[in-house]
């Protein structure tokens, strides 16, 4: 995990830790000099992963022999800013940890939840190409704290338990990018058209209503902290082999609406196996889809444009 000492570094490295399959080793690392702190703190709890801490120079001795990284490294939004406003900051931070990955453990899985996903994903992606290792296959953005948030919220709008909602969302991982396709959903004849608009509109700021409600102290921490823990024991399961494990991701995936885009991938032993379509969608949803094309390729090309400088003045 890098960026292991944050908000959401610190409840997902815990999680890890007491969920990850048994013989698992748990390496953190964070710029904040206390990470080896946390990873004692972690080790007294009874499971058999084994949690080491690092920090400082030490990136390229956390990133040995690691298998799946998860990124939440960078920061995070106050009141009043997008996620695109933090992309300067984050950016720079993504290129120079991926490129440790490349060097150190290149066939490793990369889970990037630092935002903007939209751009850190694509980013990433050319600073594993300008080293020969990149495989779209084990790059993945983190986009699925928005399946949490519309499971969630579509449990509560139709009175069942949240076990038993599965909402797709596709698209980005930003504003209206965001796409959930609620008519998948069981029981999706009962809720009137406004509802579905309002809920629409709900699952696409609910980032902003943790930010707003946080009022300057970050941005959601715990449950993306699940969301991104739920979403890198799935890329394990994959790994491990365990067949028809499956989850929303942004991924260079062959969309025709963009060339990233978050759908359902099923995991396999070498990252992600295959993009699940997503069949049909209603009107309301098409509008959206289409009208998210154009975010999405600007935000992609921000992305890459920012690798190209990067890389030039970091070779
Ligand atoms: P935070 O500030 O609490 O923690 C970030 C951590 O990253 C800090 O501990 C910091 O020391 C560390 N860090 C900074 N630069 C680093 C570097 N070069 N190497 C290693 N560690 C470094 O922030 P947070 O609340 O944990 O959020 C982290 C990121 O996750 C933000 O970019 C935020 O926007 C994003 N986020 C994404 C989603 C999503 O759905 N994908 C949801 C919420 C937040």
Not at 58 to 82: F, N, Q, S, W, Y
Not at 109 to 127: D, H, Q, Y
């Amino acid at each position: 995990v890098l960026g292991a000492a944050g908000g959401i570094g610190q409840p997902l490295s815990m999680i890890l830790k007491n969920n990850l399959p048994a013989g698992s080793k748990l390496s953190l690392y964070d710029v904040a000099p206390f990470t080896p702190g946390v990873a004692t703190d972690l080790s007294h709890i009874p499971t058999d992963v084994e949690v080491s801490g690092f920090t400082g120079d030490d990136l390229p001795k956390a990133l040995e022999c690691c298998d799946v990284v998860v990124i939440p490294a960078g920061v995070a939004r106050k009141p009043g800013m997008t996620r695109d406003d933090l992309f300067n900051i984050n950016a720079s931070i993504i290129a120079n940890l991926v490129r440790n990955c490349a060097r150190v453990c290149p066939k490793a899985c990369i889970c990037i939840i630092t935002n903007p996903v939209n751009s850190t994903v694509p980013l990433a992606a050319e600073v594993l190409k300008s080293e020969g290792v990149y495989d779209k296959h084990r790059l993945f953005g983190v986009s699925a704290l928005d399946v949490l948030r519309s499971e969630t919220f579509l449990a509560a709008e139709l009175g069942i338990s949240n076990q038993r909602i599965l909402v797709p969302v596709i698209g980005g991982h930003s504003g209206t990018t965001i796409i959930p396709l609620l008519s998948k959903v069981i029981g999706y004849e009962q809720i009137s058209e406004d509802r579905i608009k309002a809920l629409t509109e709900r699952i696409q700021n609910a980032g902003t209503e943790v930010v707003e409600a946080k009022a300057g102290a970050g941005s959601a921490t715990l449950s993306m902290a699940t969301a991104g823990a739920r979403f890198a024991l799935k890329v394990v399961k994959g790994l491990m082999g365990e067949p028809g494990v499956n989850e929303y991701s942004y991924v260079e995936g062959g969309s025709k609406v963009s060339s990233f885009f978050a759908q359902s991938v099923v995991f396999g032993v070498n990252g992600w196996e295959r993009v699940l379509d997503y069949g049909k969608v209603s009107a309301y949803e098409q509008s959206l889809i289409d009208g998210a094309a154009s975010q999405l390729a600007t935000n992609i090309n921000k992305g890459v444009e920012f690798a190209k400088k990067w890389l030039s003045e970091n070779k």
